[in-house]
């Protein structure tokens, strides 16, 4: 398969892009930045290409046409913490959405009317995560981003389902893994005593490995299932039912 992937020059994208590509498809990993692009080039080889891709710049969109991608996995996101009130003054909310949720959805449009243009199915994944399901205080911007990519893709799958797209939509709610990116959340957090709540709590959650959630990508990508909905770690992914199950809101 054509695989691309975005924010694939770290953490769970980056050892995604590198499963897919020992597995022989052809991965096309895409890199945020000039200097992130310009570091993993070395790396390429005949099943992993690199490439760059904001996907907040729409001319960088044009990757898309580049190739018929059998499947876009859209992972590229910005984790802000701190204080809701102050993230909100300071257009950072607005900041958090425009990457997690408008650039992801510009993304995903394109690639599905590329798809109906060229007559041709496709594949939609999406990386939301558990924690949209918890009310977290002073990481509020980030956490709601996740709550409305779950709802949007959700939506997305039913509408596609409706009007027999042939476009298969994936969620993928990872929990806490160790690539930095909770570490870059807590950053923006002021707040001492909550700052090191919140480290303690990723201290106990966080993976240390992230196959968990990349075995359950994988799955998501080569299967043929119309199963919609993929989690791990699997005591986090259970922890989560539970809390919807039991939560009064
Ligand atoms: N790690 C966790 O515990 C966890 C849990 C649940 C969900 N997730 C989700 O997993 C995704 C990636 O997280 P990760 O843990 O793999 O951390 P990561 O290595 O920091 O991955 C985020 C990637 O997105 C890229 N990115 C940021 N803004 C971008 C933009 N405008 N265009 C393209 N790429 C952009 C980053 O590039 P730069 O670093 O160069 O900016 C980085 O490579 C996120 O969507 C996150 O919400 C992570």
Redesign the pocket.
């Known amino acids: 398969m054509n695989i691309l992937i975005?924010?694939?020059?770290?953490?769970?994208?980056?050892d995604l892009a590198r499963v897919l590509a020992y597995r022989h498809h052809q991965v096309y990993a895409?890199?945020?930045?000039e200097a992130?692009y310009e570091k993993r080039k070395s790396e390429e080889t005949p099943y992993l290409h690199f490439r760059k891709?904001?996907?907040?710049k729409i001319e960088d969109l044009s990757i898309l046409e580049e190739i018929p991608f059998d499947c876009i996995v859209n992972?590229?996101?910005?984790?802000i913490g701190g204080r809701l009130i102050d993230r909100v003054e300071e257009g950072k909310l607005e900041e958090n959405f425009e990457?997690?949720v408008w650039?992801t959805m510009r993304l995903i449009i394109r690639y599905i009317k590329d798809c109906q243009k060229e007559n041709r199915s496709g594949k939609v994944l999406i990386?939301?995560?558990?924690?949209g399901y918890f009310p977290l205080p002073y990481l509020g911007c980030?956490v709601s981003t996740?709550t409305t990519l779950t709802m949007l893709s959700q939506i997305l799958r039913r509408e596609c389902k409706l009007e027999n797209l042939p476009i298969s939509v994936k969620l993928i709610?990872?929990?806490?893994?160790?690539?930095?990116?909770?570490q870059?959340l807590l950053s923006g957090v002021e707040e001492e005593k909550m700052y090191q709540k919140g480290r303690k709590l990723f201290f106990l959650l966080?993976q240390n490995e992230t196959h968990t959630i990349v075995n359950k990508m994988v799955k998501a990508i080569e299967s043929s299932s119309s199963k919609f909905l993929y989690r791990a770690p699997c005591y986090q992914a259970f922890l989560t039912k539970c809390y919807q199950i039991f939560s009064k809101v």
Do not use: M, R, W
């Open positions: 975005t924010g694939a020059a770290s953490g769970i994208g980056y895409c890199c945020h930045t992130s891709l904001d996907i907040i992972h590229a996101g910005i984790a990457v997690n650039a990386t939301s995560s558990l924690a980030y996740k709610q990872p929990g806490a893994y160790h690539t930095g990116f909770n870059l966080e």
